[in-house]
């Protein structure tokens, strides 16, 4: 990609500057021109705001021969530019086509525009594969679904990441978001088809661990506030924009930075210091009382290809093809669905069969097939279920197997083909939930959907869906977490945060989380060095009230000289610790307009005692707290 335009400059006390705009088409020298640049990070009153994104606003000296009306463009992520100080990358992004703004007046002008760092993008960008579109499907890890969700920013920037909170029995020295796994299944909306935005997936994953995540000297970093109160030496795990280790050939597995600055007054010897005589403190009450709500969401699906999709038009994930007579191949790449050609007396063949789902105990399963017929024929549809002691291969391996008949009991006969009729050209959705699974099976369940050719002397009929979901026993929909401090020392409550990912030892639903093995529910968790074991949501909540448990000093006002955003403050002549919540740097003036506020992370002892915590299932009605 190379420069097309280029602002280079030296600020008030000589620091070097340089701005950058690339042109995929362009092939010529690189253009000089005359602006400035003032990097911002957007604006929060909450030291936890999960997602903290970083622009650029631009201001250009326009005139008739350079107008930059050719930097206008209806296409978000067009044009990448970056921004260095002092030789060191501070901005990597994209020029936001909304923020340009022309003046027509006169022969020379400003043109200006803002420049953003993708995370802005997330929330219109649905969480898909970036490449095609395709949904994502399985179970991943937390470091893959944060960069397959990152990716939708155009920037294949690496992950740094630090958070010390760990499920019982994981190391201490690795890194959890590298070893827990989610379904990605469940980022899906309420509504059963509309897929989550890539902001809303990363606040998922982020919100629980009270982490945040920042663009930082080009790399993406993750951090939690509160272990920024005790110190602010922190030691980042590395990874690709993909989510993969870094190779230690190229880059360190590990690094750490210690993010201290002080701030104090020039008379005192301080750099940077305070100007502009615009210094004011205000104070924010604490936090009494915080409620957690979990979503379980949908119960699982065995498998996630449902819709038949075929990515190379040979196989289908989830599916075994048992015979390619009657299928109507290659099939179509990345739509879903499969079409079979009828037979004209009974019985047909298999054609396919499904993965296998796993049934125990009292466990059920709901099988789900839809197909259509386009051709207004009366066909026979034909298809299977089956349950076996063991894992079926192609032909059948042996074991028990029992098949589903027709008054939905159990029967050894392989004979058993149940039907359904398709009349003229409607389309059929099959539901049927199975009993449990037969006595002779005295471990796990093995069932199977298998889907025959269907009867007619010609036509064909299309197979839009196969599912098979396992059956929960209640209406229960999610639970509540709701922490409170006993002592009240403050009526200030803050509003529910709804999670859809978390604990879950049923382990049916769609928003468990897995540990390293990617099979077992997590169930507790610890912070690094404390003796605990608690759900992961009763430790958010905690971790919330313990960074505000106190009022907060907040402090504003303009700084001369430069300091990163990612920094935690301390200020001369006042106690305690401070986080940037507001930043705004002028590069040309050497000032930065910013507000911090005071967090802290001492333990409450209370939050331990009866009553502090208190843990009440879902059932569908979702309320604020209020401090008893």
């Known amino acids: 990609m190379a420069v097309k335009y280029y602002i280079r400059y030296f600020d008030i006390v000589g620091v070097e500057h340089r701005f950058n705009i690339y042109d995929d088409t362009y092939v010529d020298e690189a253009i000089q021109i005359e602006g400035k640049v003032i990097l911002d990070y957007s604006d929060t009153d909450d030291t936890l705001e999960a997602i903290r994104g970083q622009g650029l606003s631009i201001e250009l000296e326009a005139d008739v021969?350079?107008?930059?009306?050719?930097?206008?463009?209806?296409?978000?992520?067009?044009?990448?530019?970056?921004?260095?100080?002092?030789?060191?990358?501070?901005?990597?992004?994209?020029?936001?086509?909304?923020?340009?703004?022309?003046?027509?007046?006169?022969?020379?002008?400003?043109?200006?525009?803002y420049c953003v760092d993708g995370l802005g993008f997330l929330s219109d960008l649905s969480f898909v594969e970036d490449a095609t579109g395709f949904p994502i499907t399985g179970r991943k890890k937390y470091i893959e679904i944060l960069g397959l969700a990152l990716l939708r920013t155009g920037l294949q920037q690496p992950i740094y990441t630090s958070i010390d909170i760990r499920y019982t029995g994981l190391s201490e020295t690795l890194d959890v978001l590298a070893n827990v796994y989610a379904n990605t299944e469940r980022y899906i909306k309420d509504d059963g088809e509309t897929i989550m935005s890539c902001e809303d997936v990363i606040r998922d994953i982020l919100e629980p661990f009270g982490a945040v995540i920042v663009s930082y000297e080009g790399w993406w970093h993750i951090y939690k506030p509160n272990q920024l109160y005790n110190s602010s030496t922190v030691t980042f795990f590395g990874y690709n924009y993909q989510g993969i280790p870094l190779n230690p050939e190229f880059y360190p597995p590990t690094k750490t930075i210690d993010l201290s600055f002080t701030l104090g007054s020039d008379s005192n010897g301080y750099y940077p210091h305070h100007c502009s005589v615009n210094q004011s403190i205000r104070n924010e009450s604490s936090i009494g009382a915080y409620r957690i709500n979990y979503k379980y969401g949908p119960i699982q699906l065995f498998f996630n290809n449902t819709t038949l999709i075929s990515y190379d038009g040979v196989t289908i994930n989830d599916f075994k093809v048992i015979s390619t007579t009657n299928l109507v191949t290659p099939f179509a790449i990345g739509t879903g669905g499969?079409?079979?050609?009828?037979?004209?007396?009974?019985p047909g063949i298999e054609q396919i069969r499904s993965t296998y789902g796993i049934l125990q105990g009292e466990d059920t399963a709901e099988i789900t097939i839809n197909f259509s017929d386009e051709t207004r024929i009366q066909r026979q549809f034909q298809y299977q279920i089956f349950i076996s002691n063991q894992e079926q291969g192609i032909p059948f391996i042996g074991g028990i197997i029992y098949y589903l008949k027709d008054d939905f009991t159990w029967g050894t006969s392989s004979n058993v083909l149940n039907t359904a009729k398709v009349d003229y050209g409607s389309g059929v959705t099959i539901k049927t939930t199975t009993p449990p699974k037969p006595d002779a099976i005295s471990g796990d369940g093995y069932i199977y959907v298998s889907i025959w050719t269907p009867i007619r002397s010609s036509g064909d009929i299309i197979l839009n869906e196969v599912s098979i979901l396992k059956i929960g026993s209640d209406n229960v929909i999610g639970e509540f977490h709701t922490l409170q401090r006993l002592t009240k020392p403050s009526a200030k409550v803050k509003d529910v945060v709804e999670v859809a990912t978390g604990d879950n030892l049923a382990d049916i639903y769609e928003g468990t989380i897995y540990k390293s093995d990617s099979e077992t529910p997590t169930e507790t968790w610890n912070r690094k060095g404390i003796v605990e074991e608690k759900p992961l949501l009763r430790i958010m909540g905690e971790e919330t009230l313990r960074l505000n448990q106190l009022p907060s000093r907040v402090f504003s006002g303009d700084v001369y000289g430069y300091f990163n955003y990612f920094s935690i403050v301390t200020i001369n002549g006042l106690d305690g610790v401070f986080l940037p919540i507001k930043y705004?740097?002028?590069?040309?003036?050497?000032?930065?307009?910013?507000?911090?506020?005071?967090?802290?992370?001492?333990?409450?002892?209370?939050?331990?005692?009866?009553?502090?915590?208190?843990?009440?299932?879902?059932?569908?009605?979702?309320?604020?707290?209020?401090?008893?």
């Open 584 to 628: 705004s740097y002028d590069t040309m003036t050497n000032i930065i307009s910013a507000t911090f506020k005071q967090i802290y992370g001492d333990e409450i002892a209370e939050l331990d005692y009866l009553g502090a915590y208190k843990f009440t299932l879902d059932y569908g009605n979702t309320v604020k707290p209020t401090i008893i």
């Open 338 to 346: 499969i079409t079979i050609n009828c037979v004209s007396s009974f």
């Open 65 to 113: 021969n350079i107008t930059f009306s050719d930097l206008w463009s209806e296409q978000e992520k067009t044009y990448r530019v970056d921004y260095y100080r002092a030789d060191q990358i501070i901005f990597k992004g994209w020029l936001n086509p909304e923020g340009f703004f022309e003046d027509y007046v006169g022969t020379n002008w400003k043109v200006t525009f």
